[in-house]
């Protein structure tokens, strides 16, 4: 049984601060790993990709990957209200089109101004 | 250029009804991807089509549930003889066929709510 997990939360940052989510897998050859933003009644927004071991930027966010670990982060800086949602973590076996993502149930965010 | 779109954005039916969902891919986009997302829990794969081709439904139920993407139109979801269990939100993704690229976009949704 393949596996996504996140810590539900809630978690809690004061406007202006770095939140840091995080996210287990289970399938050791997963290959590709992503973010999505869920606000409250919406679909989930892709907002950021990651294939490789290592760091990726893209604006104020930052994705962490650790495939020996089976780890993937995200990093948002200057956090703002307008970030509160929840994050969903998925995984994908492959790094082509065709197959199915594996979500994690999501952490929630809330940002304080 | 449009997004992936899916209609309707909500559907009430009574148990024992009929519900179809519809979605129609973003432009260039092949591969069209069905997700239910029940009250309090994550996102579950249904099935991943092509156009005229169901390539993975081992997400479906294996009763009332079917899909399909003709070659023209949007893809449909169908659920038959609908029961309260069935209310959630059901969410289409597509992704284009790009080498080394698997990103999936979603469309906004069909709230579907069962009496």
């Known amino acids: 049984q393949k596996e996504v997990e996140q810590n539900s939360g809630p978690l809690s940052v004061p406007e202006g601060a770095i939140a840091s989510l995080n996210c287990t897998y289970s399938?050791?050859?997963?290959?590709?790993f992503f973010w999505y933003r869920q606000y409250s009644g919406k679909s989930p927004e892709l907002i950021m990709s990651?294939?490789?071991?290592g760091d990726k930027e893209d604006g104020r966010f930052t994705a962490q990957l650790n495939k020996a670990s089976q780890y993937v982060s995200l990093l948002i800086r200057d956090s703002q209200p307008s970030d509160s949602a929840t994050y969903l973590c998925?995984?994908?076996?492959?790094?082509?089109?065709?197959?199915?993502?594996?979500f994690g149930k999501g952490t929630t965010l809330s940002v304080s101004s | 250029n449009a997004g992936v779109m899916q209609n309707p954005r909500h559907l009430v039916r009574r148990r024992g009804q009929e519900a179809r969902l519809r979605c129609s891919p973003m432009?260039?986009?092949?591969?069209v991807y069905w997700y239910r997302q029940l009250p309090e829990e994550g996102l579950k794969f249904m099935v991943y089509?092509?156009?005229?081709?169901?390539?993975?439904e081992s997400g479906m139920p294996k009763e009332r549930f079917s899909a399909e993407f003709p070659k023209e139109g949007p893809s449909i979801l169908r659920i038959q003889q609908v029961v309260r269990g069935d209310s959630a939100a059901y969410f289409c993704?597509?992704?284009?066929?790009?080498?080394?690229?698997?990103?999936?976009?979603f469309g906004p949704g069909t709230r579907l709510t069962v009496l």
């Open positions: 399938d050791r050859v997963s290959q590709s």
């Open positions: 990651i294939y490789s071991n």
């Open positions: 998925a995984v994908n076996v492959w790094a082509q089109a065709g197959t199915a993502l594996i």
């Open positions: 432009k260039g986009h092949s591969h």
């Open positions: 993704a597509s992704s284009p066929e790009t080498r080394g690229s698997n990103e999936q976009f």
């Open positions: 089509l092509q156009k005229e081709n169901i390539i993975d």
